[in-house]
């Protein structure tokens, strides 16, 4: 269990802080108008035009490289969406039997151009956000944020909100070990004893917090992480070659279909 949990904690470090050494060193704010162009366009376009969204796949393959990560470290992690999508998607060849194309003796149905846009949409979403995290952290995130306007008491409310996730880690592994040490080998928990676990997990993450936010409040906290948000980068013409390219390249994927050179 402490070794469970020692990893966990170790992820959150890593999440929050990010792990890439960049090629090519861009602003947090570059990366964050990237990312939001990217979203946007990307889902503008409609799920059943798997030609197009593919073509959207060149952003993460080739920023990969460039924001020091690899490729398919980011693919495989994506895949973790996989399920949800797949809960979204699967009703979609079910529910329309509309034709809209015959491959060879095959009657290509609008519900399966649907099924597996929804799967390329989602992969690629996540895809996006994994390169923003894993090169910047999620506190560099929050501070590209608050320095491209972002209203103060939001940014500080998410990086609370990330900070006592490792509260809930915690007090979850403290739990667990007083049960451990109680059952007398037993592995199975009763829905009775699940649902009393979680109202103690709750009760106790709030006590930890009340005690977390005095001590904040003793210290001079006053409702800004100053210390946090303060570093300053500096915006280059890496940052903005960066941000103009990659927005010239999505509003051209999005208003011109390039599937149809190769027809």
Same mark, same amino acid.
């Given at each position: 269990?402490?070794?469970?949990?020692?990893?966990?904690?170790?992820?959150?470090?890593?999440?929050?802080? +990010? +792990?890439?050494?960049?090629?090519?060193? =861009?602003?947090?704010?570059?990366?964050?108008?990237? #990312?939001?162009?990217?979203?946007?366009?990307?889902?503008?376009?409609? #799920?059943?035009?798997?030609?197009?969204?593919?073509?959207?796949?060149?952003?993460?393959?080739?920023?990969?490289?460039?924001? +020091?990560?690899?490729?398919?470290?980011?693919?495989?992690?994506?895949?973790? =969406?996989?399920?949800?999508?797949?809960?979204?998607?699967?009703?979609?060849?079910?529910?329309?039997? #509309?034709? =809209?194309?015959?491959?060879?003796g095959w009657v290509i149905t609008n519900g399966w151009l649907l099924f597996w846009g929804v799967i390329v949409r989602g992969l690629l979403s996540m895809q996006a956000l994994l390169l923003l995290i894993r090169s910047i952290g999620f506190v560099g995130m929050v501070r590209g944020m608050s320095r491209l306007g972002v209203p103060r008491f939001l940014t500080v409310q998410l990086l609370m909100v990330f900070r006592y996730i490792r509260v809930l880690i915690e007090e979850g592994a403290s739990m667990k070990a007083a049960r451990d040490a109680r059952s007398f080998g037993r592995k199975n928990l009763s829905l009775k004893l699940w649902g009393v676990l979680v109202g103690q997990l709750f009760l106790r993450s709030v006590d930890r917090a009340e005690r977390v936010h005095r001590a904040m409040l003793a210290r001079g906290f006053h409702g800004d992480i100053s210390y946090s948000l303060s570093s300053r980068s500096r915006w280059g013409w890496s940052s903005t070659l960066y941000l103009v390219v990659w927005m010239i390249i999505f509003v051209m994927l999005r208003l011109f279909n390039l599937s149809l050179l190769f027809v």
């Amino acid at each position: 269990m402490g070794s469970k949990v020692e990893k966990s904690l170790s992820i959150l470090d890593a999440v929050a802080q +990010g +792990g890439a050494n960049p090629y090519l060193a =861009v602003d947090p704010r570059a990366l964050l108008l990237v #990312t939001v162009g990217y979203l946007c366009l990307m889902l503008s376009v409609p #799920t059943a035009h798997i030609d197009i969204l593919l073509w959207y796949a060149l952003y993460p393959i080739i920023s990969a490289p460039l924001l +020091g990560l690899s490729y398919s470290s980011v693919f495989f992690q994506s895949l973790i =969406v996989l399920p949800l999508v797949l809960l979204l998607a699967v009703f979609n060849p079910i529910l329309d039997h #509309t034709p =809209v194309a015959d491959f060879q003796g095959w009657v290509i149905t609008n519900g399966w151009l649907l099924f597996w846009g929804v799967i390329v949409r989602g992969l690629l979403s996540m895809q996006a956000l994994l390169l923003l995290i894993r090169s910047i952290g999620f506190v560099g995130m929050v501070r590209g944020m608050s320095r491209l306007g972002v209203p103060r008491f939001l940014t500080v409310q998410l990086l609370m909100v990330f900070r006592y996730i490792r509260v809930l880690i915690e007090e979850g592994a403290s739990m667990k070990a007083a049960r451990d040490a109680r059952s007398f080998g037993r592995k199975n928990l009763s829905l009775k004893l699940w649902g009393v676990l979680v109202g103690q997990l709750f009760l106790r993450s709030v006590d930890r917090a009340e005690r977390v936010h005095r001590a904040m409040l003793a210290r001079g906290f006053h409702g800004d992480i100053s210390y946090s948000l303060s570093s300053r980068s500096r915006w280059g013409w890496s940052s903005t070659l960066y941000l103009v390219v990659w927005m010239i390249i999505f509003v051209m994927l999005r208003l011109f279909n390039l599937s149809l050179l190769f027809v």
